[in-house]
């Protein structure tokens, strides 16, 4: 079990770590919309469809790193009063009886049509630019990782100095 535990651990970070460095491009498309529309006069509409889709795959991952960091302001403000104890208490309740569930159900409802989007290739409806299937496989994903997240909440972790 502490072996799945370390697994899901180490899967989880490298994910989160991978869409950390869309931050950049994010940004950088995002700034030239105006120059290319403004300026170029052209190609601002690919600049856009191109920061969506990587706009939804880093916000895909961003979900689960705020929740591993534990710094969802809402939480924060009421729960950082409470002692450690009922924090991983209240963090393993929620797991098991929100997140899992939540995801479960995302995954189940959204898996048909998001193969059909990725078999198709599906193009963004305005520009008919490719990568649409993208946002929707971005979304599938934050479900997936707030499911593996959640698992890694209540699966027993291993214990300092213990085996």
């Not at 591993?68 to 991983?88: D, F, L, N, T």
């Not at 193969?115 to 496989?137: A, C, D």
Request: proline fraction near 6%; include cysteine.
């Amino acid at each position: 079990m502490h072996r799945l535990h370390g697994l899901l651990d180490r899967l989880i970070g490298s994910v989160l770590a991978g869409a950390a460095l869309l931050v950049l491009p994010v940004s950088l498309l995002l700034f030239l919309q105006w120059p290319l529309r403004d300026a170029v006069h052209a190609y601002a509409r690919d600049a856009n469809d191109l920061a969506q889709w990587l706009f939804a795959l880093y916000v895909s991952a961003a979900v689960t790193f705020a929740t591993r960091a534990g710094s969802h302001p809402a939480a924060h403000a009421i729960a950082h009063r409470y002692p450690e104890r009922v924090r991983a208490w209240l963090r393993r309740t929620a797991s098991l009886c929100v997140l899992l569930p939540w995801g479960a159900f995302i995954l189940y409802a959204a898996t048909p049509a998001v193969w059909q989007s990725i078999r198709q290739l599906e193009n963004f409806p305005e520009t008919y630019n490719p990568g649409y299937f993208l946002v929707k496989l971005a979304a599938w994903l934050l479900a997936l990782l707030v499911v593996l997240q959640a698992l890694l909440d209540v699966l027993p972790a291993r214990r300092e100095g213990g085996r």
